[in-house]
């Protein structure tokens, strides 16, 4: 079918913050005198919620404080994040799909104030009828907010397909009435996301899908 929406997630979707998001969780466990994990490792265990997925690579919630953590997290990552770059050749598939009348929107777990700047510190958010970011640091919520931007924007969650990186943004499409594609080069390994179908191997994939 011809989708007339395009639901778009942002980190290691749009925003190529692979490499940054595991250098930032490194410096975490180096404190904390737990083993380094690779590019590789960190795909095969990154997940929402991300409680879970911090206690699989050592923390312990028992003694850590969770609220701590995340700020730890964020005051890190924004440290390190000054020179993240948008994903390789996303801007010619934004502008491909504006071209086919296509409307876009970003759903993200990121906080919607720090989402919207930097959208356009990139200088995309031209390309977007709307932005529906988290109100909070702990990267949950993201159904909800969902439900929210169906409540805002007119979309027919039929004619819609939701293109993310993990196997959360499935869960979130499929929650929403989606069809998703999840694109291979995000936080999630390939062999992952193939679990529940639909792997973008490319971004420009995405042009003929939406044609």
Known sequence: MKYKNVVWDWNGTLL??????????NV????????????EEYRSVFGFPVKPYYESIGFDFSRDD???????????????????????????????IKRQG?????????????LIGMLERFGIREYFEGVCG????YADGKVARGMEMLRMFPIVPEETVMVGDTLHDAEVAEALGFDFRLYAGGHNSAERL?????????MDALLEIVR
């Open 16 to 25: 190529d913050d692979v490499k940054v998001s595991v250098d930032t969780i």
């Open 28 to 39: 975490m466990l180096e404190r904390k005198h737990l083993g380094r994990l690779t590019v």
């Open 66 to 96: 969770w609220d701590a953590v995340s700020r730890d997290f964020v005051n890190i990552y924004n440290d390190l994040a000054k020179n993240v770059e948008l994903t390789p050749g996303i801007v010619p598939v934004l502008e491909g």
């Open 102 to 114: 296509v409307h876009q929107y970003v759903l993200s777990a990121l906080k919607e104030d720090l």
């Open 134 to 137: 988290s109100n909070n640091i």
């Open 194 to 202: 193939a679990e529940k179908g639909n792997v973008l191997p490319r």
